[in-house]
């Protein structure tokens, strides 16, 4: 895998990542945008411009003819916008790189937004909106974030408010887009089968004039969270669950050793999450341990569907989880064995040129970073146990934890017993 890397004069970043052995080409672009970019007024427009970049533009101009120029050689293609940063991206055979960055640089430089095209989309989204209401899985996670976050940017989920969504207009999709779609703003990487000279050809299809960015992504302020739990009632077949604290920021010394801790406590089947709790006790179907990160701040959740009627045990089993680890440490065996597993899924997923396109572009784009999967790798075979002990004795008091619940009413005072 070998990496080359171009600054335009106009801010724009552009990569090249060889990947030998692959037909394959992931076309990625990321631009700073997201909730963190958005006030109250705004909250969703970010989720909404993702959308309507592909309702047509100059040289494909309808939804039908975008989405028929990328079937029409059996291309992937999509977008998602998190809380820091929306991409977009298709995944083709090389041959039919040039076609993807000329769709990808229409969609994003060209397209209009037509009202009757926003008029449409206002339902697909409020559609979207109640999906994600009737799937806890998706909603226990916003859930948890609006409870250790508080009520800024950062807390908020990206598909925003449905005043947002009835009421955004042509003119604020604009001036949206001009204030973050900027060439300083926006990396683009193609990974798999390129080379140096495939930047001439993403070069020439992103004539992108130089422009300062207008908005500023928005602080976290760690003082606006108060609340130890949060429960949405609603009638549920399962009850859904994230228990976990914040904590470290991506860029922290210590983010390698939250990933070994988060893979200790519930990172895979052998974890002690998925033993303890569903295996020995019998209390869920499925249960993990993940971390969140962002660029000033994190999380450690454990989540897990769980029996109706045994909510407050499960949450009182991770809760052991959680204080055993944080008094007694780490075994070494299982120390070896979260490092080993890391590595093994960061060579894993050096295959796919999707997720090396992303991981090349996010670097870039939040941290003005080239780091390697090599590099990643040794931060991770460098972590020591003793930081991975000090790391928990940190992060999981009891004063720090969070739980966050979805299903029918139970005993709050029991509880709060439980989180401590």
Same mark, same amino acid.
């Given at each position: ?41 705004? $909250? ?22 975008? $989405? ?88 908020? +989920? ?25 060439? =300083? ?11 140096? =000279?495939?930047? +001439? ?43 976990? $604290? ?33 295996? &020995? ?70 295959? +796919? ?31 020591? &146990? !003793? ?11 009891? !004063? ?21």
């Amino acid at each position: 895998m070998k990496l080359h890397s171009r600054t335009l004069k106009n801010g724009l970043r552009l990569q090249a990542v060889e990947m030998p052995g692959t037909k394959v080409v992931t076309t990625m672009i990321l631009a700073g945008a997201g909730s963190r970019y958005e006030t109250m007024d705004i $909250a969703g427009i970010s989720h909404f411009l993702e959308h309507m970049f592909f309702k047509g533009a100059e040289r494909y101009k309808t939804p039908k003819a975008v $989405a028929e120029a990328v079937d029409s050689f059996g291309g992937a293609f999509n977008a998602f916008t998190g809380k820091e940063y929306a991409g977009y991206f298709i995944k083709s055979n090389a041959k039919n790189l040039a076609k993807s960055l000329d769709v990808l640089s229409d969609m994003l430089l060209n397209s209009k937004f037509a009202p009757e095209e926003i008029e449409k989309e206002r339902g697909v989204i409020l559609e979207e909106m109640a999906m994600y209401l009737d799937m806890p899985t998706y909603q226990i996670s916003w859930d948890f974030e609006r409870l250790v976050f508080g009520d800024q940017p950062l807390g908020r +989920d990206q598909i925003g408010t449905k005043e947002l969504i009835k009421s955004v207009t042509q003119e604020m999709f604009l001036d949206y887009r001009e204030k973050l779609y900027v060439p =300083k703003n926006m990396v683009i990487t193609v990974a798999g089968a390129v080379n140096e =000279k495939t930047l +001439d050809m993403v070069e020439e299809y992103f004539p992108m004039e130089e422009a300062e960015q207008g908005l500023e992504m928005k602080p976290f302020d760690e003082n606006l969270a108060t609340k130890k739990f949060s429960i949405r009632e609603k009638k549920t077949e399962q009850y859904h669950i994230s228990f976990g $604290a914040r904590a470290v920021a991506e860029e922290d010394p210590e983010y390698p050793a939250l990933k070994v801790l988060a893979t200790i406590l519930g990172g895979n089947m052998s974890a002690r999450m998925f033993q303890n709790v569903r295996e &020995k006790k019998g209390l869920c179907y499925s249960i993990r341990t993940s971390v969140d990160e962002y660029s000033d701040t994190g999380l450690i959740s454990t989540r897990a569907g769980v029996k109706l009627d045994d909510v407050l045990k499960a949450a009182e089993a991770i809760r052991f989880e959680y204080d055993d680890i944080r008094e007694n440490g780490v075994e070494d065996d299982e120390f070896v064995k979260a490092k080993n597993y890391l590595l093994g899924k960061i060579d894993l997923s050096t295959e +796919d040129t999707e997720h090396v396109a992303h991981n090349f572009a996010k670097n870039e784009l939040m941290y003005n970073s080239q780091e390697t999967f090599e590099e990643w790798q040794d931060k991770i075979s460098a972590v020591t &146990k !003793e930081e991975v002990e000090n790391l928990a004795k940190k992060i999981l008091v009891p !004063e720090n934890l969070r739980f966050a619940g979805i299903g029918p009413a139970i005993d709050e005072e029991k509880l709060m017993k439980i989180i401590g």
